[in-house]
C-alpha cells in the first residue's frame, strides 16, 4: 500500500471521519428513540395507531436507503448530511421498532396489566415498566442495527454529504490510487465498528450477569 495517500490526504480522511461520526451517532439515537415509539404503536390497543406504525415500517423497511436519503435531499432544501442523516433516521428507526416490538411481545402480558392496575397509564406502563426490559432482551439484534447504520452511512457519498467515501471519492479521482484510498477508507469504518461490536458484546454480558 502507498501510504503517502493516507499522510498526504490525512485532513480529508479525518474530515470524512468527523462527519461519519457526527451523522451516524446523530442518526443512533435519533432511530433508537423514534423505532421504541414506532414499536409502542405497532402493539397499541388502539387500531388508528396500530395502522400508522405497521405502515410506517413496512413502507420505509421495504424501500432502499438511498432513495429515501435522495428523495429528502431532492424534495427539502437541505445539506447533503443533513438530508443524509435524516434518510438514515427513517430507514434506521423501521428496523429498530421491529426488534422493539419483538422484545416487548416478549414480555408477560401481566406485566403490563400488573401496571396498569398499579395506576399507570398505558404509555407509563410503556415506558416505565415494559421498554427497559425489552431493550434488554433486544441488545444483540440492536447493536447488529447501529453497526449497520454506521455502515450505511457511507451512501451520504450519493449526496455529496461530505463522509468518509465522499472524501475517498475526491481523493481517488485526484490520485488514481483508487484501491489503496478504499483500502484506508474500510480501515476508519472499522474504527467505528469494531468498538462498537465490543461494546455492544460487553454490555450484552453485563446484563446477562445483572438477571
Given at each position: ?140 439484534p440492536l447493536g447488529n442495527q447501529f453497526i449497520n447504520l454506521v455502515k450505511n452511512s457511507a451512501l451520504l457519498a450519493a449526496i455529496a ?31 467505528l465498528t469494531i468498538p462498537l461490536s465490543l461494546g455492544v458484546g460487553y454490555l450484552e454480558k453485563r446484563l446477562a450477569k445483572s438477571n
Amino acid at each position: 500500500m502507498n501510504f503517502a495517500i493516507l499522510t498526504e490526504n490525512m485532513d480529508l480522511f479525518l474530515e470524512g471521519f468527523k462527519i461519519t461520526l457526527i451523522s451516524s451517532v446523530i442518526a443512533l439515537i435519533a432511530s433508537l428513540l423514534l423505532g421504541a415509539f414506532i414499536a409502542v404503536l405497532r402493539i397499541a390497543p388502539y387500531k388508528p395507531l396500530n395502522w400508522f406504525g405497521t405502515a410506517y415500517v413496512e413502507f420505509f423497511r421495504n424501500i432502499p436507503l438511498l432513495v429515501i436519503m435522495l428523495s429528502v435531499y431532492l424534495i427539502f432544501p437541505l445539506k447533503g448530511i443533513t438530508a443524509g442523516t435524516i434518510g438514515l433516521i427513517i430507514y434506521t428507526t423501521a428496523f429498530i421498532a421491529e426488534a422493539i416490538r419483538a422484545g416487548i411481545l416478549s414480555i408477560p402480558k401481566g406485566q403490563l396489566e400488573a401496571a396498569r392496575s398499579s395506576g399507570l397509564t398505558y404509555s407509563q406502563a410503556m415506558r416505565i415498566v415494559i421498554l427497559p426490559q425489552a431493550i434488554k432482551i433486544v441488545i444483540p439484534p440492536l447493536g447488529n442495527q447501529f453497526i449497520n447504520l454506521v455502515k450505511n452511512s457511507a451512501l451520504l457519498a450519493a449526496i455529496a454529504g461530505g463522509d468518509l467515501m465522499y472524501q475517498a471519492d475526491l481523493i481517488s479521482a485526484r490520485t488514481f490510487a483508487t484501491m489503496d484510498t478504499y483500502i484506508f477508507v474500510a480501515m476508519f469504518y472499522l474504527v467505528l465498528t469494531i468498538p462498537l461490536s465490543l461494546g455492544v458484546g460487553y454490555l450484552e454480558k453485563r446484563l446477562a450477569k445483572s438477571n
